[in-house]
């Protein structure tokens, strides 16, 4: 049997590295065949000597000497940005592309690989989050999987196998809460980034940690599910759970309801998105009863937490709205890990560029991606006002 070919598209963040420990542990079924990286060039050439794939990409010009250097007697060609994640995508030895790439990004190389026949498997949730309407289209006309990685939607997805014939009432994405579960707004006028970044229950990069730890991440999980599973937004609710043992729970019309339970661990989902439909045996630690013999369920608080409930008013009012969020989004977390602008100036910030753009109802993806150029323009004038 043929090994399947596999693309990591951010092969050294948290998500890239784990998909890498999964090609690692069953080398007789997988092979990389492209990496990819954005700054973190020493860590792509490690990798790129370990794993031999067909091609590295490298989307910080910054880096790319480095990397082109380190790696001219090995067989594997170094390309350089965008364009050369289009073009890696589309190799015929590959048969699923991981996208972990953080932010928009990742939504021309996704758009590239469905067209190229190719399975997705999803952890850039900015993808859907931006033009998921268009993605999902494009998905049922060129007849690939997208295949969630991201815990809850994973979750999700589990639970849906073998109710095909079911319609789902709705659907729970938990949350931790993140590390500021249970404060009000002033205690939150004077948080730290140090503070920001200490999520409680996930190792994960930067940016998806101010995410979590402002509900944004939540909001933009919302939005991800309503694409994803074909839902109406009054059935996609959220629930804090602090334990992170629940990744999300599925209720159907007769009220039965499905939970995927495990210990908050991304290796898990990883590998599922990889082996679907199969589950292969591996050795990662296993749940135990007695270490949780209580879990917990919240009220997600959208009146401090506010990016949570401007993440519904996008999808509600739909077109580029939430392509307006997630690029404001990104701009202002840059600006709070530069310490720029307080914890709550992100919300305040966003609302206004969300006021501020113009509104497109049924956009193309060049529209998509000028919302996006256009929006982050205006968030960092207004972040320097």
Known sequence: MSKKGIAILGATGSVGTQALDVIRAFPDVFEAVVLTCGSNGDLLIKQALEFKPKSVVVTDPGQYNKVREALQYQDISVLLGEEGLIEAVQYPEISIVLNAIVGSAGLRPTVTAIKGGKDIALANKETLVVAGELIMALVRAYGVNMLPVDSEHSAIFQCLVGESDNPIEKIYVTASGGPFRGKKREELLVVTKAQALKHPNWSMGAKITIDSASLM?????????????????????????????????????????????????????????????????????????????????????????????????????????????????????????????????????????????DFIASPTLEDYLETDRLTRLLTKEIIKD
Not at 292 to 309: C, K, S, V, W
Not at 319 to 333: D, F, Q, R, W, Y
Not at 341 to 352: K, P, R, T
């Open 217 to 357: 991440n939540k909001g933009l999980e919302v939005i991800e599910a309503k694409w994803l599973f074909d839902l109406n937004i009054d059935q996609v609710d959220v629930v804090v759970h602090p334990e992170s043992i629940v990744h999300s729970l599925v209720q159907f019309r007769d009220g039965s309801m499905k939970a995927q339970m495990g210990l908050p661990d991304m290796k898990l989902p990883i590998q599922y998105a990889l082996t679907y439909p199969a589950r292969f045996e591996n050795n990662f630690q296993r749940f135990n009863f007695m270490d949780y013999p209580a879990l917990h369920f919240e009220q997600a608080d959208m009146d401090t937490f506010r990016n949570l409930a401007l993440a519904y008013d996008s999808l509600r009012a739909g077109g580029n709205k939430s392509c307006i969020l997630n690029a404001a989004n990104e701009v202002v977390v840059e600006a709070f890990l530069k310490e720029k602008i307080g914890f709550l100036q992100m919300s305040d910030i966003i609302e206004e560029t969300l006021s501020k753009v």
